[in-house]
């Protein structure tokens, strides 16, 4: 199956400082997802992004599909930005795989 | 619209009770998917359905049982709990565009 793979598993950072996260793939996907997993444990949908750049506010997001991977922008982080960020990734109507995730620390 | 829901929220059972976790969408997707996630981990799905009338097994079936009553309702039944069980499930949907959306989740604890 898929190997997804992400990096760093932690970041801690001070409020206002921005990071990227990256998500590795093994093989060709169709669908791409980034989470953001809150303290109190929701999944929260970021981005659909199988190709190409999004944003939306201080967060964006791009995936290269020819070279398996895909890296999720936090500018200016704030302090409800902590949790744990994951991305999935599926082929066709495989299962939805994901990666264990990075876990993000923003201090104020 | 509700999205996706499951309930109960909590539950707590002794080791070889039974149960069943129940989930419920309104999106009028035809994949759905039971996902079990342990502390410090990602997710490790359990069991998916892709379509109304079919389910198929996951990294980690084994214990658990599911059932696709129709398009909205996907269960998942634990008949003799144990310990190992102890998590946090979440249930899934999408639909054409493979968007998938998630529950809120279910903290079971198996003492």
């Known amino acids: 199956g898929i190997q997804v793979e992400q990096s760093p598993p932690d970041l801690i950072l001070q409020e206002g400082a921005n990071s990227t996260l990256r998500c590795n793939f093994s093989?060709?996907?169709?669908?791409l997802q980034w989470f953001h997993q809150n303290p109190w444990g929701q999944l929260i949908n970021l981005f659909y992004i199988p190709s190409g750049t999004k944003q939306n506010g201080r967060l964006s997001a791009t995936t290269v599909a020819t070279e398996r991977y895909s890296l999720l922008y936090i500018s200016s982080s704030q302090t409800t930005d902590s949790g744990v960020y994951f991305c999935a990734v599926r082929f066709g109507n495989e299962k939805l795989t994901f990666g264990t995730g990075t876990r993000l620390t923003i201090i104020p | 619209n509700a999205g996706v829901t499951q309930t109960p929220k909590f539950q707590v059972l002794k080791t070889g009770q039974s149960m069943t976790l129940q989930c419920a969408q309104d999106?009028?997707?035809?994949?759905m998917y039971w996902y079990r996630q342990d502390p410090g981990m990602g997710l490790r799905l359990i069991y998916y359905s892709a379509s109304e009338g079919t389910t198929d097994k996951g990294e980690v079936p084994n214990g658990y049982n599911v059932s696709r009553l129709n398009k909205r309702e996907f269960s998942l039944r634990l008949e003799s709990a144990a310990p190992s069980q102890t998590s946090v499930y979440f249930c899934a949907s999408s639909g054409t565009s493979a968007e998938a959306f998630f529950g809120q989740g279910t903290r079971l604890t198996v003492v």
């Open positions: 999106m009028n997707h035809n994949s």
């Open positions: 093989d060709s996907v169709n669908n």
